[in-house]
């Protein structure tokens, strides 16, 4: 059965690197976490897909939709999506790999896509797919932006074990 | 060894010169406070200890200077008469004073000197500090002599005990055939390893594996010196804490309120790790993230719906399309009265071209003019057969309108998703319900921390009833709480230091294993067995080393509650258990603990039951080493029971004149003061057993502020 999720999967989305050291690092354990850090486990993110997961429905539940700058230098996390949520020996933690579905409903659903000419073999798979990455890209940019800004207007709130979750909380702009 | 006789010459209080002549068993020297006793201990430890050499003149007798003519010289010295397998050693140390004038005097340096009387009477001048060794060792020593209750406690550092313990053993015999092997055993090791390295083609592997170990055996010990620092550091502090509450008044008061702090204690660290504050976990691993996603996933399902509608109704469409072409062929080929037309392709290919040429049906034998229906029946035939030659699939391609089937799976997806709505909406109170059981939760916790803080004010106030000096006491209230929160955190540090140490040894073995298996592989297999032998005599060295000790720690255990049971007759006893500790770094220690009847320890034991405790594990020892046949060595306790009472210092001394072991026991006990102010010895002390007994007692009258005036007499009971 053709299967546009499963080709979706094998992707890995990129983001604006400038995040690597404003977000990333800040906020979850990739790039290699201090001590300090791992001890504060639940109040950040264990990898950086996960921060990535995050901020994708954070810009996603406040419509931020900002492209990545054509200049802008690219990075990602060499994990494709498929293994993203999976448990694989991590104590303390449950599989979360469904969300890999709902991420792609929900590209699919906000991205324009004419599913008939898909049908009729007018337009290529790949196409899709590199929209709906796209899509992907820009939601998760415009949470890290988000992201950003929160930040350096407030870091010590990110200390607030309840801070990322308020953060959803209140970001449902949909309606 | 016995200690036949004492003599003390000007020293201290004792001026002139006074004897002591022991026996074997039991020796009491009775007298009050300040009259000569602790000075008698000290002539003899400044006897032993000749490595103090500093400030003579302070041990002179006051009286016998003074009483010394200007130019006059004396003496000053402690002697010890003993008997040593069959032989008298005399031991004396000494120094000469000479008296200047009256406010001067000089003294020459302290020696020591030995004479050896051999039973015939011969009698040789010796090496004073040899013979000194030889009749009374110095690791002896340090078990021998005790000064106060509070110098019984030699258990108290794990090194005494383990020292004693070796000492009395059969371990010991073992120590110096376990260090040869263990060196013949590495030996046998670089062999091999040297004999692999040069045989092996997995040379660089071996290398490779043994910059590994060393690596690994390096991390190894640093762990254990961490683990031994921990331990020690913990120890220090427990010893701080037991120390602390020796002072405490009500002493039962202060373990009920630190049983209720342990509860409380752990009641709240239940309670806390029952707040799971890992929202952000929750985000992801509960799916708590698609609280808002009941909209999207709205969206996403009529997106598909749409397009599927779309899809069967543009297919629908197309299917009619294709129908009507279909039909009106159907049509066309319909037969005069409906009937059924002949098969395809009869008559033959070849007839049909036949018969259009010929402008006739051959079926019909009528004429069938070029433009005629007849003719273009027989070419529509013709057509059809035609077409039916070509393949079937060439016709099916023509005609589909969708090439891909996307759509089913986005459909089936959003089928699924449907059953999840409800997840969506119930998020939102999933996460409320989690606040208000965290926040239930967050007052239990501030509760018992409220409840144990009044539980250590009230610590506090027992602490402060203590019989402590004000300023240390306020120094112990200061730290003893902090050092009841370092020691859970020492022992939470052990736990992950622990597990470490456990990592790395499980690490190096493998390693080792993983070495030695290429050298089973390349090396010399005679040097291979002889690397095993070794490997197995090492082995079973220890193993038998430590089962002596295990052996002999069972015995004494159980000799030493004997003696506490026969002490403490009568009286409440609790029960001497020795508790064996093997560090990770695999350090030894002994710990001895007196326990309740059902084996919980007292938390802080009064003196008396503590002192019981010291001697009848010091007697055990004694004991046990004379039951070996060693050569015994004589006890000398000054005042080792002044937290007794007179009637179990009776049955105490009783107890140990059943010993035949030599003891001498400088007491206050059983002497009273008349109503004319005179001493002398209470009645009950003829019923006390003993085979000597002395009395010191300042001569009368003497001069309080005078010290010249001071002369210790000494008078056989």
């Not at chain 1, 800004?149 to 449902?172: C, G, T, V, W």
């Not at chain 2, 000194?132 to 002599?145: A, G, K, Q, T």
């Not at chain 2, 007491?667 to 000597?692: A, M, P, T």
Request: proline share 2%.
């Amino acid at each position: 059965m053709q299967n546009l999720f499963e080709t979706f999967r094998t992707k890995i989305p990129n983001f604006n690197a400038d995040y690597k050291v404003d977000v990333f690092e800040k906020l979850s354990l990739y790039g290699g976490g201090s001590d300090e850090k791992r001890d504060s486990r639940g109040k950040y993110f264990e990898t950086g897909y996960e921060l990535y997961i995050y901020a994708f429905f954070l810009g996603l539940y406040r419509n931020e939709f900002v492209s990545l700058p054509e200049k802008a230098k690219k990075e990602n996390f060499r994990v494709p999506i498929k293994d993203w949520g999976n448990k694989s020996g991590k104590l303390l933690r449950k599989d979360f790999s469904q969300i890999q579905e709902y991420i792609f409903s929900a590209l699919m659903a906000k991205t324009e896509i004419d599913l008939i000419a898909l049908e009729k073999g007018e337009i290529e798979e790949e196409i899709v797919i590199k929209n709906l990455i796209h899509q992907f890209e820009s939601f998760t940019n415009g949470g890290l932006i988000f992201l950003k800004n929160k930040y350096e207007e407030h870091p010590a709130y990110f200390m607030r074990a309840a801070y990322l979750l308020d953060l959803i909380q209140e970001s449902n702009k949909l309606d | 060894m016995i200690i036949k006789k004492v003599t003390i010459e000007n020293f201290l209080c004792y001026y002139g010169i006074k004897e002591f002549q022991f026996s074997k068993g039991l020796n009491i020297i009775l007298g009050e406070n300040g009259e000569g006793k602790t000075k008698f201990f000290d002539a003899i430890e400044w006897l032993l200890n000749t490595s103090n050499t500093s400030n003579e003149s302070a041990l002179i007798s006051q009286k016998a200077l003074s009483e010394a003519s200007a130019g006059e010289s004396f003496q000053v010295s402690v002697k010890l008469t003993c008997e040593h397998e069959d032989e008298t050693v005399y031991i004396t140390r000494q120094f000469r004073v000479s008296k200047l004038n009256v406010e001067k005097s000089e003294t020459t340096k302290a020696i020591l000197d030995g004479i050896k009387e051999s039973r015939t009477g011969e009698r040789d001048i010796v090496d004073g500090k040899q013979w000194l060794d030889i009749v009374f060792p110095p690791e002896i020593r340090r078990y021998s002599m005790f000064k106060g209750e509070s110098s019984l406690n030699i258990l108290k550092q794990d090194a005494s005990l383990l020292n004693l313990i070796n000492l009395f053993s059969d371990a010991r015999s073992y120590d110096k055939y376990a260090s040869k092997i263990e060196f013949l055993r590495e030996e046998a090791e670089k062999e091999v390893s040297e004999n692999t390295r040069i045989n092996t083609k997995k040379k660089s592997e071996f290398e490779n594996l043994e910059k590994q170990i060393t690596l690994a055996q390096l991390k190894k010990s640093q762990l254990e010196e961490q683990l031994d620092r921990l331990e020690q550091n913990t120890n220090t502090t427990i010893d701080l804490v037991k120390e602390a509450e020796k002072f405490v008044v009500n002493a039962n008061a202060l373990e009920s309120i630190n049983k209720r702090i342990d509860i409380l204690v752990d009641r709240k660290q239940k309670n806390d790790a029952k707040i799971d504050e890992n929202y952000t976990t929750s985000l992801l691993d509960d799916f708590w993230i698609l609280m808002h996603f009941e909209s999207i996933h709205n969206e996403f399902s009529k997106k598909i719906q749409a397009a599927e509608i779309a899809k069967r109704q543009i297919q629908q469409e197309f299917d009619i399309s294709k129908g009507e072409t279909k039909g009106r062929r159907i049509l066309q080929a319909k037969l005069i009265n409906n009937s059924s037309p002949l098969p395809i392709g009869v008559p033959n290919k070849a007839t049909m071209e036949e018969m259009l040429n010929d402008e006739i049906c051959k079926v019909c034998n009528r004429e069938a003019k070029v433009g005629t229906e007849a003719y273009q029946y027989m070419e529509n035939n013709l057509k059809q057969f035609l077409i039916s030659l070509e393949p079937e699939k060439n016709v099916e391609e023509d005609e589909v309108l969708f090439k891909n089937n996307y759509l089913r799976s986005l459909v089936n997806m959003s089928t699924n998703h449907d059953t999840s709505i409800l997840r969506f909406r119930s998020i939102i109170s999933e996460i409320k319900e989690k606040f208000e059981f965290n926040k239930s939760r967050d007052e239990d916790s501030n509760r018992f921390k409220d409840q144990i803080d009044n539980e250590k004010l009230e610590r506090t106030k027992i602490l402060g009833n203590s019989s402590l000096g004000e300023e240390r006491l306020l120094d112990v209230i200061k730290n003893y709480n902090q050092w009841q929160t370092d020691i859970i955190n020492a022992n939470r540090s052990k736990v992950t230091l622990d597990y470490q140490y456990k990592e790395a040894s499980e690490s190096l073995e493998s390693k080792i294993e993983q070495r030695d298996k290429i050298g089973e592989q390349s090396a010399n297999s005679y040097l291979i067995k002889k690397r095993d032998l070794l490997k197995d005599i090492e082995k079973i060295f220890k193993e038998t080393k430590e089962r002596k000790f295990d052996e002999f720690l069972k015995k004494l255990e159980d000799k030493s509650n004997e003696i506490l049971a026969k002490i403490n007759v009568d009286a409440f006893l609790g029960k001497i258990i020795f508790i064996k500790k093997r560090s990770a770094s695999n350090h030894t220690g002994i710990n001895v603990e007196l326990v309740q009847s059902d084996g919980t320890p007292f938390i802080s034991p009064n003196q008396s039951l503590e002192t019981s405790m010291h001697i009848a594990v010091l007697f055990a020892i004694s004991d046990l080493a004379a039951g070996k046949k060693l050569e015994e060595y004589p006890l000398i306790f000054d005042a080792p029971t002044s937290s007794f009472g007179e009637s179990k210092t009776s049955t105490f001394l009783n107890l140990l004149h059943n010993n035949t072991n030599q003891k001498i026991l400088l007491l206050k006990d059983f002497i009273i003061k008349n109503d004319d102010n005179k001493l002398s010895i209470k009645k009950e002390f003829d019923s006390v057993k003993r085979n000597k007994a002395f009395w010191v007692r300042l001569e009368r009258p003497f001069d309080n502020g005078k010290l010249s005036t001071i002369n210790t007499l000494v008078s056989e009971i």
